[in-house]
Protein backbone atom coordinates (compact mmCIF):
# COMPACT_ATOMS: atom_id res chain seq x y z
CA UNK A 1 0.00 0.00 0.00
CA UNK A 2 1.14 3.34 -0.61
CA UNK A 3 0.24 5.21 2.59
CA UNK A 4 1.70 2.05 4.47
CA UNK A 5 5.18 2.87 2.47
CA UNK A 6 5.07 6.33 3.15
CA UNK A 7 4.77 5.91 6.79
CA UNK A 8 7.48 2.81 6.92
CA UNK A 9 10.09 5.92 5.69
CA UNK A 10 9.72 8.04 8.06
CA UNK A 11 11.43 6.51 10.66
CA UNK A 12 14.66 8.61 10.76
CA UNK A 13 18.19 6.48 9.25
CA UNK A 14 19.85 7.65 12.68
CA UNK A 15 17.15 6.51 14.83
CA UNK A 16 17.62 2.85 13.21
CA UNK A 17 21.51 2.90 13.22
CA UNK A 18 21.52 4.38 17.18
CA UNK A 19 18.85 1.17 18.34
CA UNK A 20 21.35 -1.31 16.71
CA UNK A 21 24.58 0.38 17.86
CA UNK A 22 23.68 0.52 21.57
CA UNK A 23 22.78 -3.02 22.90
CA UNK A 24 22.85 -4.25 26.24
CA UNK A 25 26.11 -6.05 27.71
CA UNK A 26 26.76 -7.48 31.32
CA UNK A 27 29.60 -6.44 32.54
CA UNK A 28 32.23 -8.82 35.10
CA UNK A 29 31.77 -11.75 32.63
CA UNK A 30 28.10 -11.91 32.86
CA UNK A 31 27.54 -11.37 36.49
CA UNK A 32 27.46 -7.44 36.75
CA UNK A 33 25.52 -4.63 35.97
CA UNK A 34 24.73 -4.41 32.09
CA UNK A 35 25.85 -1.72 30.04
CA UNK A 36 25.63 -0.07 26.37
CA UNK A 37 28.16 -2.18 24.51
CA UNK A 38 28.74 1.53 22.41
CA UNK A 39 29.00 4.46 24.38
CA UNK A 40 29.95 2.32 28.09
CA UNK A 41 27.20 4.21 29.59
CA UNK A 42 24.49 2.23 32.10
CA UNK A 43 22.08 0.43 30.73
CA UNK A 44 18.29 0.61 31.73
CA UNK A 45 16.04 3.81 32.17
CA UNK A 46 17.78 7.01 31.82
CA UNK A 47 20.93 5.25 31.00
CA UNK A 48 22.29 5.33 27.72
CA UNK A 49 20.81 8.80 26.41
CA UNK A 50 21.45 8.11 22.40
CA UNK A 51 19.34 4.56 22.84
CA UNK A 52 16.60 6.41 24.29
CA UNK A 53 16.53 9.38 22.28
CA UNK A 54 16.86 6.49 18.88
CA UNK A 55 13.66 4.37 20.73
CA UNK A 56 11.51 7.72 21.53
CA UNK A 57 11.91 8.81 17.81
CA UNK A 58 11.05 5.20 16.85
CA UNK A 59 8.00 5.04 18.94
CA UNK A 60 6.72 8.13 17.64
CA UNK A 61 7.27 7.65 13.90
CA UNK A 62 7.25 3.95 13.48
CA UNK A 63 4.10 2.21 11.79
CA UNK A 64 2.14 -0.37 14.70
CA UNK A 65 3.40 -3.01 12.74
CA UNK A 66 6.90 -1.52 12.57
CA UNK A 67 6.37 -1.61 16.53
CA UNK A 68 5.32 -5.03 16.84
CA UNK A 69 8.06 -6.16 15.04
CA UNK A 70 11.11 -4.34 16.47
CA UNK A 71 9.21 -5.79 19.67
CA UNK A 72 9.65 -9.21 18.85
CA UNK A 73 13.12 -9.04 17.56
CA UNK A 74 14.06 -7.08 20.68
CA UNK A 75 15.03 -4.00 19.40
CA UNK A 76 12.18 -2.13 21.16
CA UNK A 77 11.83 -3.32 24.85
CA UNK A 78 8.48 -3.15 26.12
CA UNK A 79 10.13 -0.62 28.96
CA UNK A 80 10.61 1.87 25.87
CA UNK A 81 6.91 1.90 24.83
CA UNK A 82 6.45 3.88 27.98
CA UNK A 83 8.92 6.59 26.36
CA UNK A 84 6.11 7.96 24.02
CA UNK A 85 5.74 11.12 24.09
CA UNK A 86 4.10 12.69 26.89
CA UNK A 87 1.58 15.26 26.54
CA UNK A 88 1.75 17.64 29.35
CA UNK A 89 -1.56 19.96 29.90
CA UNK A 90 0.80 22.89 30.84
CA UNK A 91 2.45 23.24 27.51
CA UNK A 92 5.30 23.11 29.00
CA UNK A 93 7.97 22.06 26.72
CA UNK A 94 6.44 22.82 23.37
CA UNK A 95 7.65 24.26 20.58
CA UNK A 96 7.88 27.85 20.40
CA UNK A 97 5.57 28.90 16.41
CA UNK A 98 8.02 30.16 14.03
CA UNK A 99 8.44 34.11 14.09
CA UNK A 100 8.25 33.49 9.85
CA UNK A 101 4.92 33.47 8.89
CA UNK A 102 4.26 30.11 6.34
CA UNK A 103 3.59 31.29 2.93
CA UNK A 104 0.09 30.63 1.71
CA UNK A 105 1.49 28.08 -1.12
CA UNK A 106 2.62 25.51 1.29
CA UNK A 107 -1.07 25.13 2.36
CA UNK A 108 -2.46 25.06 -1.23
CA UNK A 109 -0.18 21.85 -1.29
CA UNK A 110 -0.81 19.94 1.51
CA UNK A 111 -4.43 20.21 0.31
ZN1 LIG B 1 24.77 3.82 24.27
Not at 5 to 16: E, F, G, I, N
Not at 37 to 59: I, T, Y
Request: with cysteine.
Amino acid sequence: MALDSLSRSTVPAWAKIDLQLHQPYRTWLGFGRLRCDWCGERWGRHGCHPRESAARHFLNTASAAQQEAALLAGDITAEDLRLKRRFRPSGAHRRKPSPYPVPAMRFQAAQ
